[in-house]
């Protein structure tokens, strides 16, 4: 056991360095993650210095701050500017919306509160039981089952949820069908798969002939994940790897999608910055509507300005870009004044590259 968790181990990180260099094929490959905990882990550890020439890897659209499309937010700014009270994660109330952000509007009187989860939301409804609560639910299939227990476990009548969580394989296989990108191989998330289970990307593996690997979050999981898609790719095989089998499983957490299959049913739905993405998105179950803010409110939003003149999110997302290619990263573009979505949420990819730079190849 002892072995299993030595994680910051020099030893195995120089020998995990050998392997890359060994199975780094002799043409450039490009590796995609959709996770911004692992771009943290990334850029944190300089891991992007240890690989070898020729080996990208780059987030896709793993914040689910920054996919979030303006209509949606501008429904929650309508929303608590009719009295609602609003509550969310708190990076959601910094994201521009069509008009204005959710913290603009809290600051012209309106109730938006934030949350660390949807028990406490269903707390907040308790306690004003007057007022119509809405939880903007945001997040991929790790958070979503939190949102579909509270839903499940008869919240207050005064209690909805505006659903925009969002799945994270049809993404991969958005990225892949989309306009031509040499996209070599996934890293898979390794939170997102203990829930959705390995077998989850077989179809996609299979299909599209990708590597998926699932990758864990330390140096050491992300170094030793990116070696297996480089073998993959020298050996010519398109399969799904576990690299994360202390945490992961093939069938994944079968209690938490029961609870996502009796909330909610697959939808399409729009990714801010990549368009609209078949049956990536989780609408609440007609059986659960009386919780449903859209369905229980109608509100007409607004879209806006999916991306602000000069930014390159949409490239970002899309992993054809890193946020240093955009001519507005550091300045004007920063967190404390962020001109688009990606460097907002602090999983985004131009937030994390602000935060802890970029690491030049040697
Ligand atoms: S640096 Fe700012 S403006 Fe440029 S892509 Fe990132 S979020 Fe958009």
Known sequence: ?????????????RALVGLLRRYAPPDPVRIVHVCGTHEIAIAQH??????????????????????????????????AERGAIVCTFGDMTRVPGARVTLAEARADGADVRVVLSPADAVEVARANP????????????TTAPGTAAVLLDSPPPNF??????????????????GPPVPIAGFLAPGHVSTIIGARAYRVIAERYHVPVVVAGFEPLDILYAIALVLRQVREGRAEVENAYPRAVSEAGNLRAQGLLAT????????????????????SIRDELARHDARHAFSVQAEEGEEKPPGCLCSEVLLARAVPADCPLFRDPCTPLSPVGPCMVGTEGACNVWYRYGRRPNP
């Not at 909330?263 to 989780?282: E, H, Q, T």
């Open 1 to 13: 056991m002892d072995d299993l968790f030595r994680l910051r181990d020099p030893a195995r990180a």
């Open 263 to 282: 909330a909610f049913a697959p939808c399409d739905a729009v990714w801010r910055g990549i368009g609209r993405i078949p049956g990536s998105g989780l």
């Open 160 to 177: 909805y949820v505006l659903s925009c969580h969002r799945l994270i394989p049809p993404a991969l296989v958005a990225l892949l069908a």
């Open 130 to 141: 007057q007022r119509d609560v809405v939880f903007f639910a945001v997040g991929f299939e």
């Open 46 to 79: 300089g891991l992007r210095s240890l690989l070898p020439e020729g080996v990208e890897v780059l987030e896709g659209p793993g914040c689910p701050v920054c996919v979030t499309p303006t209509v949606d937010l501008d429904r929650a700014v309508k929303l």
